[in-house]
Every structure is written in structure tokens, then in C-alpha cells.
């Protein structure tokens, strides 16, 4: 079993920057891979960025430039810094991992983008 615990979530204006962490249980290098998704109400939760155990990523087209999702495995921590935040990423943001053919998920971390 893998636990997730995000943190860095909160309020900036647009334009702003904020960084989402998530501490793992595990090493990051025992994950296939390692995430963050991002869940409006009422809409299904989407990819956002996902780092895998070689550490290539992928973005969401949207956050394409503006995000960068990265790691610290000796802290066992992925990151998403997130620039040039706008009102519409205003959600909350879950970080994600895979493992032993399973999907484990944080609590989730709000972030809100408003003026």
C-alpha cells in the first residue's frame, strides 16, 4: 500500500504560482509511475502531469509550458510547480501514484486562482 500527503495548495491571483507537494511511503522509485490530477465539481478527474519511474512526463495540453511536474527521491516527494496560474485552474489537485497494478490517491489540495 502506498500513502500520498499533498501540501502547497491555497489562493493567488492570476498570473501567480503556487507549489503542490506529495510525499510518499515508498520510494518513488518502487512506482511505476507518479501524478497529478485535478477534479472540478461535478466533472471527472483529469490528468494533469505524470512522471514515470524513468522519469519522463507528460502533460495535459492545457498546462502544457506552464506546469513542470518534477522529483526528490532522497525526500520521496514529487512536485508540480504550476506558473501563470488562471481562474479556470481553480480546482482541487490530487497526487496520484501507481503500484502493484493498483492507483493510490491523496486527500487532494485546493487551489484557487481569483483576483
Known amino acids: 500500500q502506498v500513502q500520498l500527503v499533498e501540501s502547497g495548495g491555497g489562493s493567488v491571483q492570476p498570473g501567480g504560482s503556487l507549489r503542490l507537494s506529495c510525499a510518499s511511503s515508498l520510494s518513488i522509485f518502487e512506482l511505476p509511475s507518479m501524478g497529478w490530477y485535478r477534479q472540478a465539481p461535478g466533472k471527472q478527474r483529469e490528468s494533469v502531469a505524470v512522471?514515470?519511474?524513468?522519469?519522463?512526463?507528460t502533460y495535459e495540453n492545457s498546462v502544457q509550458g506552464r506546469f513542470t511536474i518534477s522529483r526528490d527521491a532522497a525526500k520521496r516527494t514529487v512536485y508540480l510547480q504550476m506558473n501563470s496560474l488562471q481562474p479556470e485552474d481553480t480546482v482541487v489537485y490530487y497526487c496520484?501514484?501507481?503500484?502493484?497494478?493498483?492507483?493510490?490517491w491523496g486527500q487532494g489540495t485546493q487551489v484557487t486562482v481569483s483576483s
Open positions: 512522471i514515470t519511474r524513468s522519469g519522463s512526463t
Open positions: 496520484t501514484a501507481a503500484y502493484r497494478s493498483s492507483q493510490y
